[in-house]
């Protein structure tokens, strides 16, 4: 029986590990080829282990054992002008383009008086600029292939704000706006924009950052409240995926400018 999205191509960045990963593996079962990009590099600030070339590799691997393939480069989602070389590269040699999942972005965990410009800019440039630009490099072959569609992962402190986050709360607030934003315009090309909004999940980001909230947490009791919500617990990045499966397919055709929570309440309460 022939997949969800059998004969289509998606772009995903970030995809050495983590959600990025589990999406190129739930998205080949489903019969697609990737086009993966990853950093794959450390990064200033950022407090976790970086992906590495190994994992982009190992990411292919897993893909390639799906029967399908992978055009895979390790590029910064900074770099426009090259994620654009990469995409095109991609497209010549899968044929086609027909779903951009721009995943990437990092978490920074300081409070607000710790805030550097350097941490903050190297925030936005990563979390709201590279979801732009994975945008800018895609579109237009999702345009020139009839349609398609657009996941930008924001996250849950994209609906609800949370404590020592200051940057990333401003990122995932700013992709949220840029997802609306473009679903209004793209309307006319039938490509479709939605944005996942994760909460807790078990990937080398989520526990780095986590770990530094609860420090900050207990050095700030009276903000414990803010960290005690009820989640139950973090979940496994393919539950992300499934939801990106989804949006990424035909039974989501009239689901357009939506911000969907997988994050267990999280947002909620």
């Not at 593996?25 to 200033?44: Q, S």
């Not at 590495?52 to 590799?57: G, I, N, R, S």
């Not at 700030?220 to 139950?232: A, D, E, K, T």
């Not at 496994?236 to 267990?264: C, F, H, Q, R």
Request: contains cysteine.
């Amino acid at each position: 029986m022939a997949g969800k999205l059998e004969g289509k191509v998606a772009f995903i960045t970030g995809a050495a590990r983590g959600q990025g990963r589990t999406h190129a593996v739930r998205l080949a079962e489903e019969g697609a080829d990737i086009i993966g990009i990853d950093i794959c590099a450390p990064i200033d600030g950022v407090n976790y282990q970086p992906a590495t070339p190994d994992d982009l590799k190992e990411t292919v691997r897993q893909v390639e054992s799906r029967d399908r393939r992978m055009i895979s480069e390790v590029v910064d989602t900074r770099d426009l002008e090259k994620m654009q070389s990469v995409v095109d590269r991609g497209v010549s040699e899968l044929g086609r383009l027909d779903v951009i999942a721009a995943n990437a972005g990092i978490d920074i965990v300081v409070p607000w008086d710790k805030v550097t410009p350097e941490i903050m800019r190297t925030t936005i440039d990563i979390n709201l600029l590279g979801t732009w630009h994975a945008v800018r490099a895609g579109v237009q072959h999702l345009i020139d292939s009839d349609g398609g569609s657009i996941i930008l992962t924001s996250s849950a402190n994209g609906i609800k704000a949370g404590p020592f986050n200051l940057p990333y709360n401003m990122s995932k607030f700013g992709v949220t706006a840029l997802m609306r934003s473009l679903a209004m315009e793209l309307a006319q090309n039938d490509v479709r924009v939605n944005s996942i909004h994760p909460g807790a999940v078990d990937t080398p980001m989520a526990d780095g950052a986590l770990k530094a909230i609860n420090e900050y947490g207990e050095e700030n009791p009276g903000l414990s409240g803010m960290l005690n919500q009820w989640i139950p617990g973090s979940m496994p990045p393919e539950e992300i995926s499934n939801a990106l499966v989804y949006l990424a397919s035909d039974a989501s055709k009239w689901v357009t400018g939506l911000a969907m929570s997988v994050d267990g309440g999280m947002a909620q309460y």
